[in-house]
């Protein structure tokens, strides 16, 4: 017996392509983090550093040049590497507010 599938999602879900400036962010205090996708209220990143939830989060999108800063908190995490000395963890994060995505970005994100 097939159950149906429920979204519980808020926002449509952008992937992320690494090639994209909106593919990279840094939480503070300056750590790299890999966007996974990334919605208007929210992003999956991963990251070599611990991710605790319920943590308060200040955010940067974009890897060269800051596309957007906010706040917001971690909801959850979990590790999703561990191997060779190396550790990395994925983060779902939930922002103070909307990203407001640039087109051009979202739109080579979502194709690229």
Do not use: C
């Not at 392509?17 to 966007?35: C, D, Y």
């Not at 999956?44 to 060269?64: M, N, W, Y």
């Not at 800063?69 to 959850?76: A, D, Q």
């Amino acid at each position: 017996m097939a159950f149906p599938v429920v979204e519980r999602r808020a926002w449509p879900r952008i992937s992320m392509s690494e090639s994209t400036n909106l593919a990279w962010g840094r939480v503070r205090p300056g750590w790299p983090a890999l966007i996974i996708n990334l919605s208007e209220g929210g992003a999956l990143i991963e990251t070599a550093s611990r991710l605790l939830p319920g943590t308060s989060i200040e955010f940067q999108l974009g890897k060269s040049t800051p596309v957007w800063r906010g706040s917001g908190r971690v909801l959850r995490s979990y590790v999703s590497m561990l191997g060779s000395g190396r550790i990395r963890y994925r983060g779902a994060l939930m922002f103070s507010e909307k990203v407001l995505i640039p087109a051009d970005e979202g739109n080579e994100a979502a194709h690229g």
